[in-house]
């Protein structure tokens, strides 16, 4: 699986911002919201237009989700930290609407409407010292703190809680356990331990292909032999989605 969610959070504030990202040793612009590639040096039509790659992905963002701005402010709460409201309040001043305007939308009053806006600004100004702390505290750390990094949560999980806390160094010792020549035959019964190995599954899908269900239960069962199990768990855990009617499975980014 091309981790998009591991790219997602392992990506730059101003990254993020714009919606993709360079990577320099495949030299590609991916969008970060579908995993969609660019290859720099290629020419990508545009409708009537020929773009460069950086052009190219900037165009496909525009078209494809709206905007980076769209996709972030629709994100879920747990990753925003926005409440309703909040979320309410950025959307009405994206689109350019004065304090008067967005207390009707939402109907409130003009007075709540500005102590949002209060709120809003404190929240950033804390979030540019938690980043700058956060930022000292990696180099600081440097390379010792490789084996406690915490393993990314996948950015479509249904459910986060201490489940999901679990540092590089548990996850490989968990997959040498249960592993045997790179399979198993049924998935442990402990929640984190199951993660791990869901997880684990993952890294054979890829994000923007679609999968019949034939192919899910072969990609699946070359690693744990109860895949019908499996498969139920890619679901319920917000790894994968499908049709109802099961003729169409995807990676959900």
Known sequence: MNDLSQLFWNSTVGEIGQG??????????????????????????????????????????????????????????????LTDAQRDLFMGMAEGLGDQEIARQLGVSASTVRNHRFKLREKEKQAKVFLALSQLLEKQAGQTRNKETLVPVHREATMVDDRYVITRDEREKILRIYLKDGKMALLPAKEKKKLVILQHVMERFEAGRIYTEKDVNEIIRAIVGDFVTVRRYLIEYGFMDRKRDGSAYWVKT
């Open 20 to 81: 993709y990202r360079y990577l320099a040793q495949e030299e590609r612009y991916v969008c970060l919201i579908c995993g969609k590639g660019f290859t720099a040096g290629l020419i990508y039509p545009q409708g009537d237009l020929l773009m460069d790659a950086e052009r190219g992905v900037r165009a496909h963002i525009e078209e494809e989700h709206g905007s980076a701005f769209a996709f972030l402010v629709a994100m879920d709460k747990r990753y925003t930290g």
